[in-house]
């Protein structure tokens, strides 16, 4: 079975860092698209960021030049470092694994129809 458990989340001040991981287990295929969403209160779902099995990445358009997704293949786990945050990124963060890649309704590349992680909370405050 399929298990994503995300970590690192916590509460930071306007402008400071948090750096995000996601440990996969259960996971048999060689090729895969992993990413990042997150969900505000009243907002809807958004893509974050993502990488798949060849290494490119891509980025929700408010994050860039900010946030940068990694991976650590030897240790099955991917990462979200997170810099110059802002109270907007105030959220749950969640981890995503699948096939492949998709674009969502804003234009995002993001894991398609796959597995999630249980999420992890981010608190930017001013």
């Known amino acids: 079975q399929v298990q994503l458990v995300e970590s690192g989340g916590g509460s930071v001040q306007s402008g400071g860092s948090l750096r995000l991981s996601c440990a996969a287990s259960?996971?048999?295929?060689?090729?895969?698209?992993m990413g990042w969403f997150r969900q505000a209160p009243g907002k809807e779902r958004e893509g974050v960021a993502a990488?798949?099995?060849?290494?490119?990445?891509s980025y929700a358009d408010s994050v860039k030049g900010r946030f940068t997704i990694s991976q650590d293949n030897a240790k099955n786990t991917m990462y979200l470092q997170m810099n110059s945050l802002k109270p907007e990124d105030t959220a749950m963060y969640y981890c995503?694994?699948?096939?492949?890649?998709?674009?969502?309704?804003?234009?995002?590349?993001?894991?398609?129809?796959?597995?999630w992680g249980r999420g992890t909370q981010v608190t930017v405050s001013s």
């Open positions: 990488i798949d099995s060849d290494g490119s990445t």
């Open positions: 995503k694994i699948a096939r492949q890649c998709r674009y969502d309704s804003r234009g995002s590349h993001v894991p398609g129809f796959g597995y």
């Open positions: 259960g996971y048999s295929y060689r090729t895969y698209c």
